[in-house]
């Protein structure tokens, strides 16, 4: 039932004692932990530092590591050299991979590797397609792992049509098309990139990898409703662990949407009420 159900069921299955969360990133795992009842830790990324994972911020007593490639809502794809160093004994290391697909290539990707120890990668079929109400994911484990999710999964979590969609995704002919979805995202994200860079009030957390872009710039929250009145929607950033109200995530588009977003954008910024001195 969607890649985010495997949050549950990490969360309620694995003999977790200390999990820890790398964020900025998808909030969903920490609230399946925490719903279920477990203490969760965080490592807290720094965007002075581009949002970059060192290994040794994670505790060496975390039994469960969680972290997204590329993240939502940073775009950062992390390298899997070094992904690779957060893996032991005795962990269980998830790397959401729900993005993966638009990054060409699938460069740093780890679901195909079966030599790290105690590795659960997750994936979406959902975002390329964008069949996101069919919920549609899969989890990659080793077999034991597998086998303790799917006692604590419920009975038919799949649906027929779900079934049928993803058997579709999966065909040669779907692949091609997903990689040249990829590839199209990527340079759709560089002609975003470059008009952002005419905007010296923004800055943007680079280099991007996502089929989206994390942007910092003060009043956002004014901007986002500047943009939501000239019919575009921003993702506040203030619900991310790690970031606060000067965040906004912004989805790569067509060059035609994103030139009127910039423009869009430029109207925002001009728009903005002055503020009193005094």
Known sequence: AGAAEAFVLIARALPIRRPVVVHPQFTEPEA???????????????????????PAAVPED???VVVGNPTN???VLHPAGVLEQLARPGRTLVVDEAFMDAVPGEREALCARQDVPGLVVLRSL????GLAGLRIGYVLADPATVGLLQEAQPLWPVSSPALAAAEACMEPRALVEAADAADRIAVDRAHLLAGLAEFSEVRVVEPAAGPFVLLRLERADEVRELLRSRGFAARRGDTFPGLGSEWLRIAVRDRVTTNRFLQALDLALQGLPRRAVG
């Open 32 to 54: 399946a932990l925490r719903a279920a009842g477990h203490e969760v830790g965080r490592v807290v990324l720094s965007p002075e530092d581009g949002f970059r994972l060192d």
């Open 62 to 64: 975390a039994d469960l």
């Open 73 to 75: 809502p940073t775009s």
């Open 126 to 129: 959902t975002k390329t397609w």
